[in-house]
């Protein structure tokens, strides 16, 4: 068996102002997994994602990434794109502060922008899309720098359902395509469920993770899956011990 | 929307109208007020006198607007990048500010020749709107915007440029249209306190000094140059506003799209 691509042990982080975010999290993604960590509201989901991504320091605890840190990519809840740069730009900047020219960028650019279905928008603005495809734009800028983990911040929690399956759907296809690791914080039971080879739930804060569900191995999924009773299964069971989380606190 | 447009034309018009007319009924005389066509007429008597002051006081209107945008968006930057220096150095930059310039005016005409004196003026009132909007601009940055620049490993130079400066721009531009208009007050207003004559004589001084030989439709010609500049620096730099923003900011949306 292979070492897991990033652990987490016994990481604690408490804020300046007292608040206790994480307590003794224990966490580890193996390569190709996509994990949900799904909780409530305010339950330090983010700060671990932050805490992976280097965004944020653990207080106590270690990070472990196999082989030395892995590209690493993070997408918002909001699409964060900058207003005043078009589609184009928006995705070539994190290869533009790596120090690329806009030449030799410009085919990776083009594949992730390729790979969200947005090619045609290459020179509109992000005020000229729509949430959904903002959010496309989002993920080509993760994409572009060919990341082996993904982390992913509630991204589409400000998108209209529909949006959000197909969003869904795509993303497992560009998973499964691109060799990634991904977690994936929400707080959607339905959504982990669909998403996830494994579903990590927290507890209300100080966050840790009660229980683990495994789900089925990723891969692309259709709206089929959502029949299944693998799926079924997995939304019963993760809404159980959110139940249990939410009353354990 | 045309009648939108030509309603306060409209109304200007009329007033003019009724001024003229007044003046005429009243046989008011034009040592005391002056009827809009006489000022028209003087304006084009005396328009080579006029004109060149004109040139004078937009000159120094556009230098210091041009030095005070240079140092305000470069003390910016500064305070951005150190806030031990922000905290030094701003409270300085608000005493320039609340003090009246017209008061300050005389005291620098103690130190500089009386045509550094009326740029330093200008410059003073036009940069401190300049300074707070775009230091506000550059810290109201998007969070998740800076993590990922962070992320990415983005250098201090890359944050300013890709960053806090494009962000600061809407910011930055509302600063310069209310230091435009500053500007030019300064520089009539500090035109006054200098009373300089001859050559390199403003708009303001030939107020004064058609005041003094109660030259009234003079005054009121030159009074209307200095409007007419105002209304012209204005609409230069709205026009840049929208020009810069029109594809991505809220402010420069057009209506009813």
């Given amino acids: 068996m292979s070492a897991p691509l990033v652990s987490l042990n016994g990481i604690q982080k408490t804020f300046a102002n007292g608040t206790r975010a994480l307590d003794h999290l224990e966490l580890a993604i193996m390569r190709g997994e996509f994990v949900s960590l799904l909780g409530p509201s305010g339950c330090g989901k983010s700060t671990a994602l932050r805490i992976i991504a280097g965004l944020e320091q653990a207080d106590a605890g270690t990070l472990t990434f196999d082989g030395g840190r892995p590209e690493i990519a993070f997408v918002f809840q909001d699409a964060t794109l900058m207003p005043w740069a078009n589609v184009f730009d928006n995705v070539f900047l994190p290869l533009r502060l790596k120090g690329l020219s806009r030449q030799d960028a410009n085919a990776s ?12 928008f290459v020179t509109s603005y992000p005020r000229e899309l729509s949430g959904g495809m903002k959010m496309r734009v989002s993920i080509a800028r993760a994409l572009v720098t060919k990341p082996t983990l993904l982390l992913m911040d509630e991204p589409f929690a400000a998108l209209d359902e529909i949006t959000r399956h197909r969003l869904n759907r795509d993303l497992l296809t560009l998973q499964a395509d691109l060799d990634m690791s991904v977690i994936f914080v929400t707080h959607s039971v339905y959504e982990s469920a669909f998403l996830s080879s494994r579903i990590a739930i927290f507890s209300p804060r100080p966050g840790r993770i009660v229980e683990t569900i495994t789900v089925a191995p990723t891969g692309a999924r259709t709206e089929e899956f959502r029949r299944t009773p693998t799926y079924l299964e997995a939304c019963g069971k993760a809404a159980h011990a959110l139940e249990l989380a939410m009353v354990g606190a | 929307m045309t009648a939108a447009r030509l309603l306060p034309l409209a109304v200007f ?125 550059l810290s109201s940055t998007d969070h998740n915007l800076r993590d990922l620049f962070d992320l990415y490993g983005a250098s201090r130079w890359q944050q300013i440029k890709l960053l806090r400066l494009p962000s600061a721009l809407p910011y930055f531009l509302g600063g310069l249209r209310i230091a435009g208009g500053l500007s030019l007050i300064g520089a009539i207003a500090a035109e006054i306190a200098a009373g300089a004559a001859g050559q390199g004589a403003g708009l303001a001084y030939r107020i004064v000094e058609a005041g003094y030989r109660l030259n009234i439709p003079r005054m009121f010609a030159a009074l209307a140059l200095i409007s007419i500049a105002g209304i012209a620096i204005w609409l230069a730099l709205e026009w840049a506003n929208r020009a810069m923003l029109s594809r991505w900011h809220e402010s420069a949306r057009e209506r009813g799209l």
């Avoid at chain 2, 809009?36 to 006029?50: K, N």
């Fill in chain 1, 109 to 120: 650019v083009m594949d992730a922008l390729v790979h969200v279905g947005l090619a045609d």
């Fill in chain 2, 13 to 137: 018009l009329a007033l003019l109208g009724a001024w003229e007319a007044v003046v005429h009924l009243q046989s008011i005389p034009p040592y005391i007020l002056p009827a809009p066509s006489l000022i028209f007429t003087t304006l084009i008597d005396d328009w080579r006198l006029l004109s060149a002051s004109l040139a004078v006081t937009l000159r120094i209107t556009a230098l210091a607007l041009a030095l005070a945008t240079g140092f305000g968006v470069l003390f910016a930057v500064l305070f951005a990048q150190w806030r031990w220096l922000e905290r030094s150095l701003f409270p300085l930059a608000v005493i320039l500010q609340v003090t009246p310039i017209i008061a300050i005016a005389p005291l620098l005409l103690v130190y500089l020749d009386a045509g550094t004196a009326v740029l330093a003026c200008a410059f003073l009132v036009a940069f401190f709107p300049i300074l707070s909007n775009t230091a506000l601009g």
